[in-house]
């Protein structure tokens, strides 16, 4: 059974920092992209990052460069998301996506609540 869990969310102040994490089972991590998405309340879903499934590669969405940095543990089949010098509209549910690198294959995570405020 596939399963992408996140953890790590919470209520933070602005320009403080929050480290997210994506456990992955059920699959072979190693053959998948892996993506940070988030949704703010009112908004379309958006990427935030995302890294090759050997971790050679990143992407990350121009509001997100220099503040966020995505990274993968294929031993330990998890993902992560360090976020610093957080805004108040970094605030939104943040989903761990799993794309498999030939086929396309999707598989999407729960989510985990990020608030941004004083």
């Known amino acids: 059974q596939v399963q992408l869990v996140e953890s790590g969310g919470g209520l933070v102040q602005p320009g403080g920092s929050l480290r997210l994490s994506c456990a992955a089972s059920g699959f072979t991590f190693s053959n998948y992209v892996m993506s940070w998405y988030r949704q703010a309340p009112g908004k379309e879903r958006e990427l935030v990052a995302s890294?090759?499934?050997?971790?050679?590669?990143?992407n990350y969405a121009d509001s997100m460069k220099g503040r966020f940095t995505i990274s993968r543990d294929n031993a330990k089949n998890t993902m992560y998301l360090q976020m610093n010098s957080l805004k108040p509209e970094d605030t939104a549910v943040y989903y761990c996506k799993a794309t498999h690198a030939l086929s396309g294959r999707g598989y999407w995570g729960q989510g985990t609540q990020v608030t941004v405020s004083s």
């Open positions: 890294i090759t499934n050997t971790g050679s590669r990143t």
